[in-house]
Protein backbone atom coordinates (compact mmCIF):
# COMPACT_ATOMS: atom_id res chain seq x y z
CA UNK A 1 0.00 0.00 0.00
CA UNK A 2 1.02 3.80 -0.45
CA UNK A 3 1.32 6.03 2.07
CA UNK A 4 0.07 9.69 1.13
CA UNK A 5 0.00 12.85 3.51
CA UNK A 6 -3.27 14.67 3.49
CA UNK A 7 -3.36 18.33 5.45
CA UNK A 8 -6.41 19.69 6.48
CA UNK A 9 -6.55 23.46 7.54
CA UNK A 10 -9.25 24.87 9.24
CA UNK A 11 -10.37 28.70 9.72
CA UNK A 12 -13.08 28.43 12.32
CA UNK A 13 -12.86 31.22 14.89
CA UNK A 14 -14.63 29.39 17.89
CA UNK A 15 -13.52 26.32 19.49
CA UNK A 16 -15.47 24.14 19.04
CA UNK A 17 -16.03 24.98 15.61
CA UNK A 18 -18.62 24.05 12.87
CA UNK A 19 -16.05 24.56 10.18
CA UNK A 20 -13.40 22.26 12.03
CA UNK A 21 -16.53 19.90 12.60
CA UNK A 22 -16.81 19.97 8.53
CA UNK A 23 -13.09 19.61 7.83
CA UNK A 24 -13.06 16.42 10.30
CA UNK A 25 -15.81 14.88 8.38
CA UNK A 26 -13.73 15.75 4.85
CA UNK A 27 -10.97 14.43 6.06
CA UNK A 28 -12.17 10.64 7.26
CA UNK A 29 -14.40 10.50 3.81
CA UNK A 30 -10.89 11.12 2.29
CA UNK A 31 -9.32 8.56 4.05
CA UNK A 32 -11.78 6.38 3.47
CA UNK A 33 -11.91 6.69 -0.13
CA UNK A 34 -8.42 5.93 -0.69
CA UNK A 35 -8.62 2.63 2.00
CA UNK A 36 -10.75 1.63 -0.91
CA UNK A 37 -7.81 1.94 -3.51
CA UNK A 38 -5.23 0.51 -1.46
CA UNK A 39 -3.59 3.62 -0.29
CA UNK A 40 -3.23 4.81 3.39
CA UNK A 41 -3.15 8.03 4.25
CA UNK A 42 -2.00 10.02 7.38
CA UNK A 43 -3.95 13.65 8.26
CA UNK A 44 -2.93 16.69 9.92
CA UNK A 45 -5.24 19.14 10.89
CA UNK A 46 -4.28 23.31 11.49
CA UNK A 47 -6.75 25.77 12.56
CA UNK A 48 -5.76 28.91 11.79
CA UNK A 49 -6.99 31.17 14.95
CA UNK A 50 -3.87 29.06 16.46
CA UNK A 51 -1.41 30.65 13.51
CA UNK A 52 -3.50 34.49 13.94
CA UNK A 53 -0.98 36.47 15.77
CA UNK A 54 1.70 34.70 13.47
CA UNK A 55 0.12 35.52 10.35
CA UNK A 56 0.16 39.04 10.75
CA UNK A 57 3.57 39.33 12.40
CA UNK A 58 4.17 37.55 9.11
CA UNK A 59 2.21 39.75 6.74
CA UNK A 60 4.09 43.02 8.88
CA UNK A 61 7.77 41.50 8.83
CA UNK A 62 7.66 39.76 5.56
CA UNK A 63 9.05 36.36 7.85
CA UNK A 64 7.48 33.67 9.06
CA UNK A 65 7.81 32.82 12.83
CA UNK A 66 8.77 28.88 13.29
CA UNK A 67 5.43 27.35 14.22
CA UNK A 68 3.65 29.22 10.82
CA UNK A 69 7.14 28.24 9.07
CA UNK A 70 6.67 24.90 10.04
CA UNK A 71 2.70 24.32 9.49
CA UNK A 72 3.31 26.11 5.99
CA UNK A 73 6.06 24.02 5.35
CA UNK A 74 3.79 20.44 6.16
CA UNK A 75 1.30 22.02 3.66
CA UNK A 76 3.63 22.65 0.71
CA UNK A 77 5.20 18.86 1.35
CA UNK A 78 1.45 17.31 1.37
CA UNK A 79 0.49 15.24 -1.62
CA UNK A 80 -3.33 16.86 -1.04
CA UNK A 81 -4.78 19.42 0.80
CA UNK A 82 -8.25 20.06 2.13
CA UNK A 83 -8.87 23.95 3.38
CA UNK A 84 -12.33 25.10 4.98
CA UNK A 85 -13.65 28.53 5.85
CA UNK A 86 -16.27 30.21 7.21
CA UNK A 87 -17.98 32.77 4.87
CA UNK A 88 -18.47 36.04 6.30
CA UNK A 89 -20.02 38.92 4.04
CA UNK A 90 -20.58 36.66 0.99
CA UNK A 91 -17.04 35.41 1.34
CA UNK A 92 -14.14 33.48 3.22
CA UNK A 93 -12.90 35.02 6.10
CA UNK A 94 -9.98 37.66 6.76
CA UNK A 95 -7.66 34.81 8.13
CA UNK A 96 -8.67 32.65 5.67
CA UNK A 97 -7.48 35.50 3.24
CA UNK A 98 -4.52 36.31 5.10
CA UNK A 99 -3.13 32.84 5.27
CA UNK A 100 -3.36 32.52 1.65
CA UNK A 101 -1.88 35.91 1.31
CA UNK A 102 1.80 35.02 3.18
CA UNK A 103 1.88 31.68 0.99
CA UNK A 104 4.45 31.63 -1.98
CA UNK A 105 2.48 31.95 -4.81
CA UNK A 106 4.11 28.80 -6.61
CA UNK A 107 3.84 26.80 -3.47
CA UNK A 108 0.72 25.02 -4.22
CA UNK A 109 1.70 24.33 -7.85
CA UNK A 110 -0.26 21.63 -9.30
CA UNK A 111 -1.63 20.23 -5.38
CA UNK A 112 -4.98 18.51 -4.74
CA UNK A 113 -7.06 20.97 -3.02
CA UNK A 114 -10.67 20.02 -1.81
CA UNK A 115 -12.58 22.88 -0.64
CA UNK A 116 -15.28 23.31 2.20
CA UNK A 117 -17.15 26.08 3.77
CA UNK A 118 -19.89 26.57 6.40
CA UNK A 119 -22.11 29.85 7.30
CA UNK A 120 -25.39 29.94 8.67
CA UNK A 121 -27.60 30.06 5.50
CA UNK A 122 -27.58 28.12 2.34
CA UNK A 123 -27.37 31.53 0.78
CA UNK A 124 -23.86 31.85 1.38
CA UNK A 125 -23.56 28.27 -1.20
CA UNK A 126 -21.87 29.28 -3.96
CA UNK A 127 -19.37 31.19 -2.18
CA UNK A 128 -17.22 28.37 -2.48
CA UNK A 129 -17.67 28.93 -6.28
CA UNK A 130 -17.29 32.48 -6.50
CA UNK A 131 -14.94 33.69 -3.73
CA UNK A 132 -12.53 31.01 -2.92
CA UNK A 133 -12.15 28.55 -5.78
CA UNK A 134 -10.46 31.94 -7.42
CA UNK A 135 -7.45 31.95 -4.57
CA UNK A 136 -6.40 28.48 -5.81
CA UNK A 137 -6.71 29.56 -9.41
CA UNK A 138 -4.28 32.13 -8.80
CA UNK A 139 -2.11 29.84 -6.82
CA UNK A 140 -2.31 27.30 -9.88
CA UNK A 141 -3.84 24.64 -7.65
CA UNK A 142 -5.54 22.05 -8.80
CA UNK A 143 -9.10 21.93 -7.09
CA UNK A 144 -11.35 19.81 -7.62
CA UNK A 145 -14.76 19.84 -8.99
CA UNK A 146 -16.85 19.00 -6.00
CA UNK A 147 -16.67 21.55 -2.84
CA UNK A 148 -18.78 21.27 -0.09
CA UNK A 149 -21.19 23.91 1.32
CA UNK A 150 -22.79 23.31 4.58
CA UNK A 151 -25.28 25.49 6.42
CA UNK A 152 -26.31 25.27 10.03
CA UNK A 153 -29.55 23.19 9.11
CA UNK A 154 -27.21 20.47 7.77
CA UNK A 155 -26.16 19.67 10.68
CA UNK A 156 -29.63 18.94 12.44
CA UNK A 157 -33.08 17.59 11.78
CA UNK A 158 -34.11 19.70 9.05
CA UNK A 159 -31.15 18.78 6.48
CA UNK A 160 -31.11 18.62 2.45
CA UNK A 161 -32.86 15.62 1.93
CA UNK A 162 -32.08 15.87 -2.03
CA UNK A 163 -28.95 16.45 -2.03
CA UNK A 164 -27.36 15.48 2.26
CA UNK A 165 -24.33 16.46 3.85
CA UNK A 166 -23.06 12.98 3.41
CA UNK A 167 -23.47 12.24 -0.24
CA UNK A 168 -21.82 15.92 -0.80
CA UNK A 169 -18.82 14.92 0.98
CA UNK A 170 -18.91 11.04 -0.10
CA UNK A 171 -18.49 12.74 -4.03
CA UNK A 172 -15.92 15.13 -3.49
CA UNK A 173 -14.24 12.47 -1.39
CA UNK A 174 -14.06 10.47 -4.19
CA UNK A 175 -12.79 13.11 -6.97
CA UNK A 176 -10.32 14.00 -4.07
CA UNK A 177 -8.83 10.21 -3.98
CA UNK A 178 -9.13 9.70 -7.70
CA UNK A 179 -6.64 12.86 -8.17
CA UNK A 180 -4.46 11.92 -5.38
CA UNK A 181 -3.93 7.93 -6.81
CA UNK A 182 -3.53 9.58 -10.02
CA UNK A 183 -0.40 11.34 -9.11
CA UNK A 184 3.06 9.56 -7.79
CA UNK A 185 3.43 10.65 -3.44
CA UNK A 186 5.12 13.84 -2.97
CA UNK A 187 8.43 12.59 -1.76
CA UNK A 188 11.12 15.01 -2.66
CA UNK A 189 12.71 17.63 0.41
CA UNK A 190 10.39 20.34 0.40
CA UNK A 191 12.22 23.58 -1.37
CA UNK A 192 10.37 25.89 0.98
CA UNK A 193 11.23 24.12 4.19
CA UNK A 194 14.21 26.07 5.93
CA UNK A 195 14.56 23.05 8.01
CA UNK A 196 15.97 20.87 4.51
CA UNK A 197 18.65 23.20 3.96
CA UNK A 198 19.56 25.30 7.16
CA UNK A 199 19.15 21.79 9.60
CA UNK A 200 16.35 20.70 11.98
CA UNK A 201 14.54 23.16 13.87
CA UNK A 202 16.09 26.33 12.26
CA UNK A 203 14.32 29.02 10.75
CA UNK A 204 15.10 32.15 8.69
CA UNK A 205 14.28 33.99 11.82
CA UNK A 206 16.97 31.80 13.78
CA UNK A 207 19.44 32.20 10.92
CA UNK A 208 18.99 36.10 11.22
CA UNK A 209 19.24 36.37 14.65
CA UNK A 210 22.28 34.47 14.93
CA UNK A 211 23.81 36.86 12.37
CA UNK A 212 22.63 39.80 14.64
CA UNK A 213 24.57 38.36 17.85
CA UNK A 214 21.69 36.86 19.52
Given at each position: ??????????????????????????????????????ITAT????????????????????????????????????????????????????????????????????????????????????????????????????????????????????????????????????????????????????????ASYL????????????LAGE
Amino acid sequence: MTDRRIVVVAAGLSNPSSTRMLADRMAAAAVAQLRERDITATVEIFELRDYAHQIVDNMLTGFAPQELEAMIAKVVAADALIVVTPVFSTSYSGLFKSWIDVLDPDSLSGKPVWIGANAGTARHSLAIDYAVRPLFAYLHADAISSGVFAASSDWGANADEVAPLSKRVEKGARELAEAIAAREPVTDLDPFDPASYLGEGKSFGHLLGGLAGE
